[in-house]
């Protein structure tokens, strides 16, 4: 019933940082250690995932984090994702020939977020200049760095989406994706990062690389443009939660899908999961059909409120939430998960980071799917992210393509609070298995007493359109009911649990100040502390 990592929960009491590569936790946990916060390290580790695990994340990429300031006891919510450029077009797409979004190349490249707000986090909650946070990153770029086993993994299928384009090459070595333990300098990134640590956002948007960038672009066809990087912001929102058993659940607010955990968690809560049993046919039905609901809404609703109507106070409410929990069939899977009726109104990083004085942050930085949109901008390391394939050409949904618009968006980092102490920062990262990590997760800690290493090991669901993947190892028995009632089941082996979620949990006690680590056993990472 656990993905067996041997691992133990990591205790530590003066800071503490979990994620996906070892070489990055270090990095977070040096900053905790020279005198930095939780935000320091959370901006430092994910600087080194854009070295150490550039097919997942990069400076061409967005970000999301939430912030935790353990004094003012208050959540901020940071949205680091780009816009849509001014010539988007649907009308150019379909005349083209193109039914839904292009889900790679130049189309689907949307304004890269991440490097503002790297600087704006940092300009607001942290205690360390930007070019210190990036030391590590930088260093590691230009000296190297032995490749992990996932990462190498996740890489070696690439050599062709890289190699379409010379500049790709700046990912390849000796022309192929390198292997397990070789090691990997990336002397181009290196030098886009020491220019953001020396000009901040600036140098990257409006300077050399933003030229650079626009230029790239234009010549491979697309639509970004120097004015469209010049103009980026990130923006402060107002964060939503709901309350499960107790514990209030922050996400960041839509253009994110971090709603869809928040209306699952309020489905699932009328339903008795301890008295079912951690990962019994029943915990697990429940569990897929009330994320199965909550995927109809966000697939419907969620969109940026900037530019679109998104009814998220409708979406989190309890009495919602209950109407929805109606539609569940204790014995019948759903054949439709239908949306509901409100009035109006993929490849990933994550960074969990709690320092000594209890401030969190809970960061995640993306370029979506392996390698992005596949361009790399020349001379420069930059991985263009191809966020803008999660638009809709329908011009009457609430996600249409439009300029300067934000596309729904996959990556959600997450806290939760008791009685107005931090008590969690977490994150699932891995597309559409955010939401659903979430889910489960918090399921497992709140509802059956799991450890933060515990939480992550147990076998998990994943909802993938029509079918329900579950992992290697749940009991034939179950999976055999399950089939019984109507999912459609598919296991999950090998290499392939790496697509059920990297998740990263940090508990911290408000009482002792105690921090409990624990880090995804389908990745390479670990959390760290001291």
């Given at each position: 019933m656990f993905f067996d990592s041997r691992r133990s929960t990591v205790l530590a009491k003066r800071g503490m940082v979990a994620t996906s590569q070892p070489l990055a936790a270090q990095a977070g946990l040096q900053m905790l250690m020279q005198g930095g916060n939780a935000v320091d390290a959370?901006?430092?580790?994910?600087?080194?995932?854009?070295?150490?695990?550039?097919?997942?994340?990069?400076?061409?990429?967005?970000?999301f984090a939430l912030v935790w300031d353990n004094r003012k006891k208050q959540v901020y919510a940071l949205n680091g994702s780009g816009r849509a450029p001014g010539a988007a077009s649907i009308a150019e797409l379909r005349g083209k020939g193109h039914r839904q979004m292009p889900q790679t190349g130049v189309y689907s490249v949307t304004v890269p977020g991440t490097v503002h707000g790297w600087e704006t986090i940092s300009q607001a909650h942290g205690a360390m200049p930007l070019a210190q946070v990036l030391q590590s990153a930088i260093d590691y770029a230009e000296e190297g760095f032995p490749v992990s086993d996932i990462i190498a993994n996740q890489w070696s299928s690439q050599g062709p989406k890289l190699a379409r384009l010379p500049s790709g090459q700046e990912f390849l070595l000796n022309g192929r994706p390198p292997r397990h333990g070789e090691v990997m300098r990336l002397p181009t990134l290196a030098r886009t990062l020491r220019t953001i640590a020396e000009g901040g956002a600036e140098a990257f948007y409006t300077g050399d690389i933003g030229q650079r960038t626009a230029a790239f672009v234009q010549e491979q066809g697309g639509w970004l443009s120097s004015q469209d990087l010049a103009g980026h912001t990130s923006d402060w929102d107002e964060p939503i939660s709901a309350n499960y058993r107790g514990v209030t659940c922050w996400e960041c607010p839509p253009n994110g899908q971090g709603i869809a955990a928040l209306e699952a968690l309020n489905i699932a809560e009328g339903i008795d999961l301890k008295g079912m049993g951690l990962q019994s046919t029943q915990t697990y039905h429940h569990l897929i059909e009330s994320m199965r609901l909550a995927f109809a809404d966000a697939f419907r609703y969620v969109a940026d409120p900037r530019a679109a109507q998104v009814p998220i106070a409708q979406l989190t409410d309890k009495e919602y939430a209950a109407r929805r929990r109606g539609l569940i069939n204790?014995?019948?899977?759903?054949?439709?998960?239908?949306?509901?009726?409100?009035?109006?109104?993929?490849?990933?990083?994550?960074?969990?980071?709690?320092?000594?004085?209890?401030?969190?942050?809970?960061?995640?930085?993306?370029?979506?799917?392996?390698?992005?949109?596949?361009?790399?901008?020349?001379?420069?390391?930059?991985?263009?992210?191809?966020?803008?394939?999660?638009?809709?050409?329908?011009?009457?949904?609430?996600?249409?393509?439009?300029?300067?618009?934000?596309?729904?968006?996959?990556?959600?980092?997450?806290?939760?609070?008791?009685?107005?102490?931090?008590?969690?920062?977490?994150?699932?990262?891995?597309?559409?298995?955010?939401?659903?990590?979430?889910?489960?997760?918090?399921?497992?800690?709140?509802?059956?007493?799991?450890?933060?290493?515990?939480?992550?090991?147990?076998?998990?669901?994943?909802?993938?359109?029509?079918?329900?993947?579950?992992?290697?190892?749940?009991?034939?028995?179950?999976?055999?009911?399950?089939?019984?009632?109507?999912?459609?089941?598919?296991?999950?082996?090998?290499?392939?649990?790496?697509?059920?979620?990297?998740?990263?949990?940090?508990?911290?006690?408000?009482?002792?100040?105690?921090?409990?680590?624990?880090?995804?056993?389908?990745?390479?990472?670990?959390?760290?502390?001291?």
């Open positions: 959370a901006v430092a580790a994910a600087a080194v995932l854009n070295v150490v695990e550039p097919e997942s994340t990069g400076v061409g990429g967005d970000m204790p014995k019948q899977a759903m054949t439709t998960a239908p949306y509901g009726k409100v009035m109006g109104g993929s490849d990933t990083v994550y960074i969990s980071a709690v320092d000594g004085q209890g401030n969190a942050c809970s960061f995640i930085n993306s370029i979506y799917v392996n390698f992005g949109a596949g361009l790399v901008v020349p001379g420069t390391g930059i991985v263009l992210h191809n966020r803008g394939a999660l638009f809709s050409l329908d011009a009457n949904h609430p996600n249409a393509l439009a300029p300067g618009k934000r596309p729904f968006h996959t990556i959600i980092p997450a806290l939760a609070t008791v009685d107005g102490e931090l008590s969690l920062c977490y994150g699932v990262m891995g597309g559409l298995m955010q939401p659903q990590g979430h889910l489960q997760v918090i399921a497992n800690m709140v509802d059956f007493g799991l450890d933060p290493q515990e939480a992550l090991n147990a076998l998990r669901f994943q909802v993938v359109e029509d079918a329900v993947y579950l992992e290697e190892g749940v009991p034939s028995g179950t999976v055999q009911e399950l089939t019984k009632m109507g999912h459609q089941v598919q296991l999950v082996t090998g290499y392939q649990r790496v697509g059920m979620g990297g998740g990263q949990v940090i508990h911290r006690d408000p009482d002792t100040g105690v921090l409990r680590g624990g880090s995804e056993p389908r990745k390479d990472g670990c959390a760290v502390g001291w």
